[in-house]
């Protein structure tokens, strides 16, 4: 089994998401350059959190058009299970594997803080070792996190159970209070139709150890693991 | 050639930097003032002037299509 880690340039999350892999779940992983027009011979591909190309034009707008993105499309669109941490969800975006787009943040601030988020479906490879409804304690960092899709596009997600996280409260309450940036229906992480696709917001690659103040993150990619073993 | 490639957020799409330039007008007084949304323009240079270039990179470039749209000023 092996993960792949996306760097684009202005990628600055990447050796977060490497750490995990190797240092906490013991998993083998590799850096893919985006230049790369292959990603042959990886199980799961992580886009991890930055700001690609320097957020130009609009987040996750130009890392849409580095050559690995045609192969990362072409992957998924074959079952591959490729997760979109921050920049990533932007870019998986912006590049159509995910419905939607990430607005700037309600109140315009770049929020860098602890959130709870509530586990609103357990059938996906990134969450299939929670049960639903399950709160998970992991940090946002972003300013551009607001996400939204047109209402049409919205009802589809919802009723495709296609909601993976929502901002709660500690008790799981979901409520325009715990909406920390603005995003429609405290939407924080979703999944293409065919689910193998995931984008969030939240960092689990920050919370995945104890000493890192939750190890709530490490389910999502101990997830990601059970999922490929059992495929 | 030149062409202007305005781009603005949808009606449908909420614009919280327009919204808080407009709630900044309070203090100048301008209060004739109901709306204000914020957009982007892109300048754009032509060789020999090839309209379907920058329709093809207003479109798929410039826009993000959930949530922009845009409009072609064109000049000589």
């Known amino acids: 089994m092996k993960f792949g880690v996306v760097i684009f340039p202005g990628s600055n999350c990447e050796h977060d998401c490497y750490y995990v892999i190797q240092s906490v779940l013991g998993k083998a992983v590799e850096y893919i350059w985006h230049q790369d027009t292959s990603v042959k011979g990886f199980d799961a591909i992580i886009l991890p959190g930055g700001f690609a190309y320097g957020d130009y034009l609009r987040t996750g707008a130009l890392a849409r058009f580095s050559p690995v993105m045609t192969a990362i499309a072409d992957y998924a669109k074959k079952g591959g299970v490729v997760f979109g941490i921050c920049n990533g969800f932007q870019i998986l975006t912006e590049a159509g594997l995910l419905p939607g787009a990430l607005l700037r943040n309600v109140g315009l601030k770049y929020l860098c803080k602890f959130e709870y988020l509530r586990t609103e479906t357990t059938d996906t490879p990134f969450t299939n070792l929670m049960t639903k409804g399950q709160l998970l304690r992991i940090p946002i960092g972003h300013g551009d996190g607001n996400f939204f899709a047109d209402a049409d596009t919205l009802k589809r997600i919802e009723d495709n159970g296609q909601v993976v996280f929502r901002y709660a409260d500690a008790n799981g309450q979901i409520t325009p209070d715990t909406n920390p940036n603005g995003s429609l229906n405290n939407i924080a992480g979703i999944v293409n139709e065919q689910r193998n696709v995931m984008g969030m917001m939240p960092h689990p690659d920050r919370s995945s150890e104890e000493i890192l103040g939750s190890a709530d993150g490490k389910l999502i990619f101990e997830s990601m693991v059970n999922a490929l073993v059992r495929a | ?76």
């Open chain 2, 1 to 76: 050639m030149k062409a202007t490639v305005i781009v603005t957020l949808k009606p449908t799409v909420l614009d919280p930097q327009g919204m808080t330039i407009h709630r900044s007008l309070a203090s100048l007084g301008l209060t004739d003032i109901t709306d204000v949304r914020q957009g982007k323009i892109f300048q754009i240079q032509l060789k020999t002037g090839n309209r379907e270039h920058v329709e093809r990179l207003a479109k798929e470039v410039l826009t993000n299509p959930v949530i922009e749209e845009y409009r072609i000023v064109w000049e000589q």
